[in-house]
């Protein structure tokens, strides 16, 4: 059983910063970020892997968004910069045990964190 504890969404005006943080309990394939407006089906953002560190951006997000780990805290990082209202969501961070797994597939990730909100003023 992997548990995942999200923080550091909020409330953030266009063009500004956030950092979310995903904390994991256990040992995992990979961990993802995914996001769901209001209204919109849930969509992959990013994913790193923690076999080979390969990293995955959904196009949105290339150039402004820059995911990482610390193996030691045994937690993921999803830096947000350069936020614009459109990325206003539930940002959820989720681990696959799966070798197999698709970066933005959320089927193949088999546990969630709670979700944390993210909202960008415009």
């Known amino acids: 059983q992997v548990q995942l504890v999200e923080s550091g969404g909020g409330l953030v005006q266009d063009g500004g910063s956030l950092r979310l943080s995903c904390a994991a309990s256990g040992r995992t394939y990979a961990i993802a970020w995914f996001r769901q407006a209001p209204g919109k089906e849930r969509e992959g953002v990013s994913c790193i892997s923690n076999l080979d560190d390969s990293t995955y951006y959904v196009d949105s997000v290339k150039g402004r968004f820059t995911i990482s780990r610390d193996n030691a805290k045994n937690t993921v990082y999803l830096q947000m910069n350069s936020l614009k209202p459109e990325d206003t969501a539930i940002y959820y961070c989720?681990?696959?045990?799966?070798?197999?797994?698709?970066?933005?597939?959320?089927?193949?990730?088999?546990?969630w964190g709670q979700g944390t909100q993210v909202t960008v003023s415009s």
């Open positions: 989720a681990a696959t045990l799966r070798s197999d797994y698709d970066p933005i597939g959320p089927e193949y990730y088999n546990y």
